[in-house]
């Protein structure tokens, strides 16, 4: 299983940026995915965690409503839209395979992830 971040870059608050995720060794179809992001010196955040074939996401009161998640079966790629972006969204953002997708998707952890791509929003 691999995963393969990018998309990200310096952003000035209130902007966007698009986060793409690609995926191999399993299907999207059959697996949830999750999104989490690590600032520095911060311990790990969950952002979303979207269920297999993408029929339910659970997103972080922090992002929700400004984050959007979704994905494209053909490419096995899943992407993290993010808008109205503030400083406090600065971190690595890694795509990852949850233990288990709920609400608390970010307690059970996560059996593998990428190596990230950063993030950073400021003027």
């Known amino acids: 299983v691999q995963f393969v971040e990018s998309g990200g870059g310096l952003v000035q608050p209130g902007g966007s940026l698009r986060l793409s995720c690609e995926v191999s060794?399993?299907?999207?179809?059959?697996?949830?995915v999750a999104w989490f992001r690590q600032a520095l010196g911060e311990e790990r955040e969950g952002v979303l965690c979207?269920?297999?074939?993408?029929?339910?996401?659970y997103y972080a009161d922090s992002v929700k409503g400004r984050f959007t998640v979704s994905a494209d079966g053909a490419k096995n790629t899943v992407y993290l839209q993010m808008n109205h972006l503030k400083p406090e969204d600065t971190a690595v953002y890694y795509c990852?395979?949850?233990?288990?997708?709920?609400?608390?998707?970010?307690?059970?952890?996560?059996?593998?992830w990428g190596r990230g791509t950063q993030v950073t929003i400021s003027s």
């Open positions: 979207m269920s297999l074939n993408g029929n339910t996401t």
């Open positions: 060794g399993f299907s999207l179809e059959g697996y949830p």
């Open positions: 990852a395979k949850p233990t288990l997708c709920g609400s608390l998707f970010h307690s059970w952890g996560y059996e593998t």
